[in-house]
């Protein structure tokens, strides 16, 4: 609620006295879309936490639990959500999403992290709660086509596939269906050359870019890890996805986690159209603190397109049919976040 402050003011300012009694009916539509979660916390392992049943309460959605340890579901009003006793991995409208903090079970209820919810599920389920970046402008879409030069990236030595030359191809794939769609596309590397990392979120901001997207191509010590994974900034005190236990450097904000809610977003739009348009395994969206996104003056998220050491899949990727789909996925993304953006302003009045 206290994100609506802003609009509240905003409303004062520009209502005449005549029109106050809209204000207070559009305030009213606008709070009663989730009853508060007053005195709903409890601290499990030191982290504040919320019980699924309240959330389910606050956001007017069913509660079913099939058996505590195994599953409980949240749903209603086109939101489905599944959680499980002791996972970070969770299903948002069934795409997977990897919180900071695992689901908890406490007196025969789950509970979740207050900043898991807050910061991750609500940027999904409930955009408008949140400032949008730019005023809701998405025009100039920076893509960054990971490695290049003498960084090679992932390698499959036998199938002769390079991580740099197939996120090149990969980017300027992307690049052509967007700028299709009317956006205007720079990338950091049109070349096989080396970029540092810093240069490139230096970069995007230079350009004042709307958005940025890394495109990448996965790697593992096993040849069994597959699929595609999304990764958004992790924010400030939370625990990056290949972690367990809160570090220094959890501690820190950094310049990209202005955008947070939007990160997040962001990235659930792009994992969810990668895993219906390839078919391919879910790893989730998950978040990592990675150098280019660090910095970044605008939204972004990171693609890992899938493990160029796993044979089958090596095998798709390799195909430049497929790598066109990958990168049809990620422009579907583009474009969903975007029409969200336009929705959300629309809805808001003008500054
Ligand atoms: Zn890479």
Same mark, same amino acid.
């Given at each position: 609620?206290?994100?609506? =402050?802003?609009? %509240?003011?905003?409303?004062? &300012?520009?209502? @005449?006295?005549?029109?106050?009694?809209?204000?207070?009916?559009?305030?009213? +539509? +606008?709070?009663?879309?989730?009853?508060?979660?007053?005195?709903?916390?409890?601290?499990?392992?030191?982290?504040?936490?919320?019980?699924?049943? *309240? %959330? /389910?309460?606050?956001?007017?959605?069913?509660?079913?639990?099939?058996?505590?340890?195994?599953?409980?579901?949240?749903? #209603?009003? #086109?939101?489905?959500?599944?959680?499980? =006793?002791?996972?970070?991995?969770?299903?948002?409208?069934?795409?997977?999403?990897?919180? $900071?903090?695992?689901?908890?079970? @406490? +007196?025969?209820?789950?509970?979740?992290?207050?900043?898991?919810?807050?910061?991750?599920?609500?940027?999904?389920?409930?955009?408008?709660?949140?400032?949008?970046?730019? !005023?809701?402008?998405?025009?100039?879409?920076?893509?960054?086509? $990971?490695? #290049?030069?003498?960084?090679?990236?992932?390698?499959?030595?036998?199938?002769?596939?390079?991580?740099?030359?197939?996120?090149?191809?990969? !980017?300027?794939?992307?690049?052509?269906?967007?700028?299709?769609?009317?956006?205007?596309?720079?990338?950091?590397?049109?070349?096989?050359?080396?970029?540092?990392?810093? /240069?490139?979120?230096?970069?995007?901001?230079?350009?004042?870019?709307?958005?940025?997207? =890394?495109?990448?191509?996965?790697?593992?010590?096993?040849?069994?890890?597959?699929?595609?994974?999304?990764?958004?900034?992790?924010?400030?005190?939370?625990?990056? =996805?290949?972690?367990?236990?809160? *570090?220094? *450097?959890?501690?820190?904000?950094?310049?990209?986690?202005?955008?947070?809610?939007?990160?997040?977003?962001?990235?659930?739009?792009?994992?969810?159209?990668? %895993?219906?348009?390839?078919?391919?395994?879910?790893?989730?969206?998950?978040?990592?603190?990675?150098?280019?996104?660090?910095?970044?003056?605008?939204?972004?998220?990171?693609?890992?397109? $899938?493990?160029?050491?796993?044979?089958?899949?090596?095998?798709?990727?390799?195909?430049? &049919?497929?790598?066109?789909?990958?990168?049809? /996925?990620?422009?579907?993304? +583009?474009?969903?976040?975007?029409?969200?953006?336009?929705?959300?302003?629309?809805?808001?009045? !003008? &500054?």
């Amino acid at each position: 609620m206290r994100l609506l =402050s802003p609009i %509240i003011a905003k409303l004062h &300012a520009r209502l @005449c006295p005549r029109s106050w009694s809209a204000m207070w009916l559009l305030l009213l +539509v +606008v709070c009663s879309a989730s009853a508060p979660l007053a005195n709903a916390e409890r601290t499990l392992q030191g982290e504040s936490c919320l019980s699924l049943k *309240e %959330i /389910a309460r606050s956001l007017g959605l069913s509660l079913k639990v099939i058996v505590p340890q195994e599953a409980t579901y949240l749903e #209603g009003k #086109g939101i489905k959500l599944k959680f499980q =006793s002791n996972k970070r991995d969770c299903m948002v409208q069934d795409v997977k999403v990897v919180l $900071g903090f695992p689901a908890t079970l @406490c +007196v025969g209820d789950l509970y979740i992290s207050k900043r898991d919810y807050e910061g991750t599920l609500l940027p999904i389920l409930l955009p408008q709660r949140f400032r949008m970046p730019h !005023a809701g402008k998405v025009h100039r879409v920076v893509i960054d086509p $990971g490695h #290049g030069g003498k960084d090679q990236g992932a390698e499959n030595k036998s199938m002769g596939l390079v991580e740099k030359k197939l996120a090149l191809d990969l !980017a300027q794939r992307l690049c052509a269906l967007l700028k299709s769609k009317g956006y205007e596309v720079i990338l950091t590397r049109t070349e096989d050359v080396f970029v540092g990392l810093e /240069a490139r979120s230096l970069f995007s901001n230079k350009q004042k870019a709307d958005l940025f997207i =890394s495109v990448h191509f996965n790697t593992a010590p096993t040849p069994q890890a597959h699929g595609v994974e999304t990764f958004a900034l992790t924010s400030c005190m939370q625990v990056s =996805s290949g972690r367990s236990k809160l *570090e220094a *450097e959890d501690r820190k904000s950094f310049p990209g986690n202005q955008w947070d809610p939007w990160n997040v977003l962001l990235g659930f739009y792009m994992q969810r159209a990668l %895993i219906q348009d390839l078919e391919a395994q879910d790893r989730g969206l998950k978040r990592a603190r990675f150098v280019v996104l660090k910095d970044l003056a605008c939204p972004g998220v990171l693609i890992e397109g $899938g493990f160029l050491t796993n044979p089958q899949e090596a095998k798709k990727i390799q195909d430049p &049919a497929y790598r066109q789909k990958i990168a049809i /996925a990620i422009a579907e993304g +583009v474009d969903q976040y975007h029409q969200t953006l336009k929705r959300l302003a629309s809805q808001t009045p !003008a &500054a």
